[in-house]
């Protein structure tokens, strides 16, 4: 097998490496337009190219050791070595990116030099002489636009050709032309280390080690085992220098590598003179949207916009949710403008559909009723073994004269859909059915929906259906029905929410507005001591938090890593956003900025957060410097944001099969089988497994106002995914008889608390700010570094979830009057000991 | 609805085989590549190496 030629893709943060990765690999990695994205190497076969390995190292300035991601590159070039290296270069900002090529020139590598953004420079109408800059930096230099998918490839084939050249004519021990940039001093002292280390580093990198000397970088002269005397006639040497020029050996470098791209810049970009010193639309648009007072408001008005469409009632968030649920997944919907009145003789003659539903609702409600009263009155007198539990076939027509039960009809506020009476008993729609009334009520069937449209069924009533003509037992149905497609259906139900939520965030990234909310949080941040430089995991959390705890390696500072690992999953995630939508569509429909107040409420806790934590000698410390480069506004292609989109959503879907879908079928067992593994009736639901494991901790959840072993066991099970949390509410709702698993999400916590609102607010806060799914904190541990700080974030999020969940609920309690108790005590004193731990004075520790 | 013995027939087991199979192909391909997260890539490469697709490559 031939060796596979290796070529590294480097370059500045945010200067389309990934996206040309991507273009040339065919990979789908995550692109974004703010630094510190890519955060380890990534590798990819180029298309067309079986023995070329493209690596695409994480953005950097320079080949210094500093952050993570610099020492990760550093090593990559230096020490595993490619073949040659493809250094991409934004056009749009040359002059500051050529800073990092010259270092990497300087490797003695073979170079293709791809300028990006071309297009953008074209359109601004500047000029890039790429062949002054090609012999000034010993290079290839190519014109490319990586978003446009132009030249990417030329310049790959071009850098593959150097490589193939370079292995068969030189090898690595031929010293290479690399540009002297240096003046006549500095390259003197240069020349003499290249003299003293001759025999210890490659041949073609030896300027860049030697240049590293000079520049006294502590890890390259331990590398290199420099003798005392050698080293005291080197420090010689350059003292000689940073006295000759009046600065240190560091300084120096860099200065004069400046002055060097500088005077290549003179003579090689001409900029539009029309341009010069013109406000561009970007600098116009950005006055505003990171203006000190708007910018903020603005941020969380994007923020609003995003869940009104999501989840405000009749939006299309809702509206596309709804038909999910109920029709899509469930029984079926009738196609848009096909619907009519029922044109069939019979009882609902000239109805709707949906005031057929609630005529048929009610005259079921009458029925049950009379039943009941019936069966009480047959059952008067006799023992438990003689009681009759259903309608006989015949009725004693004396006994049911005299009978006259009160009807009990009640209407869902929130979704207008009808509940049976032991949901709802608050203001029950009261009425007298006596025996005529049930006989009239008896003859009426469930309306038709092919009467009243073109229906289409739903694919739970096809699967329903398939299991019911292939004679599939009943349990086994309750399987398939209740338990995996339950399960999964509620969860694939909120693809439309996600859908608009993703679509929406794809869209702000993708015109540049989310590279201004790093730097409006940066300019928040700071204040209070935090840098913007930990916002951007947040920002990558909203997608999903295992990558956002990843991406805070890019945070060189020890202890500023550790506290945004702590603080970026507050954010909540694509799954998270399942367990909004869900309460959004149930219990605040008309409240739909209660799903954009969670949103806020993350950015609260991170910042609150990070404040308390900094206060504490394990966090204290100077805020980390925040370098960040504004992408110009564009606006989004469609490819690009669906692609953007796609790929989170292709996840969430996946994970409805692979995760949801067997959990259901394990929790579902659970409910169906008590400990002797005898299955249960489903009004026997008490005696299963879940049941009791929920009871036993049960008590933890109560002072949040959702103790019952079902707010239990959802909330246990989000650990394994946090949708599954919605997941486990709906296969328990789906156990339950009467009308919808929405309503009967309603009633379950109904039945807990006299503030059911307030229940499902803190069901939804607990979930969302406890600690992430197993996944993300398994991640967390091991980028914590150790059992002790795992363990101390995970407890830091377990405590911040329950002391918010607890405070909504028990404060919430008090100020809709239902009273103050010992727990609502708790809550007011951990918000004490909370607000002590923000406002206190803060420790002062050197870093 | 549901109450002691399970009650079998050909068709019933057919499906709870099908569900088996299901349950056996969703857990195997988690051990091997990994729970998916939202951004597309396989989690299993983060447990192993450091990153998902978004930020460390599972491809290689």
Redesign the interface.
Known sequence: MSKSIKIALAGNPNSGKTTLFNALTGSEQYVGNWPGVTVEKKDGILSGHKDVVIQDLPGIYSLSPYSIEEKVSRRFLVEEGPDAILNIVDGTNIERNLYFSTQLAELGLPMVMAVNMMDVVKKNGDKIDFEKIAKALRCEVVGISALKNEGGMEAAEKVVEMAKKAVVEKGPGKLPDVPHVFSGSVEHAIAHIEESIQGKVPLRSIRWYAIKVFERDREIIKKLEIGVGEMKHIEEHIRDCEKELGDDAESIITSQRYDFIKRLMDKSLALNEKRKDKATLSDKIDKFVTHRIFALPIFILSLCVMWFLAVAEHGPGTVLTDWANDGFLADGWHLPFTTHECRAEGKYKGMEFEDAQGEFAKQDASKSAWEEAYLEKINEGKSDDDKVEEMPEEIDEKVAATIVAKGVFVEDEETGEPIAKEDNEDEPDLWDVDFAAYKEASEWEEPDPSQFGVWVPGLGALITDALDKAGVSDTVKSLVVDGAWGGVATVLGFVPVIFIVFIFLAFLEDCGYMARVAFIMDRLLRRFGLSGKSFIPMLIGKGCGVPAVMAARAIENERARRMTVILATFVPCGAKTVIIAMFAALFFREQWYVAALMDVIGIAIIILGGIALKKTRFFAGEASSFVLELPAYHMPTVSGVWHHTWNRLKGYVLKAGLIIFPACVVLWFVMHFDWSLNLLADEEIEKSILHDLGSWIAWMFEPLGFGSWQGAAASVSAEIAKEQATATLGLVAANMDGATTGSHIQALFASVSDFPKLAALSFMVFNLFVPPCMVAIAVTFREMGSQKWGWFAVGFQLFVGYVLALSVYRIGVLVAGGGFGIWTALAFALDAFCLWAIFRPGKKVEC | ?????????V??L???VV?GI??AL??W??AKK????????S?KA??R?????????C??
């Open positions: 609805m549901l109450k002691g013995e399970v009650e079998m027939n068709s019933s057919v499906v709870l569900i299901f349950f969703a857990v391909r988690v990994g729970a998916p997260c939202e951004c597309g890539g989690r983060c447990s190496k450091g990153g998902c697709s978004c930020c460390d490559c491809e290689d």
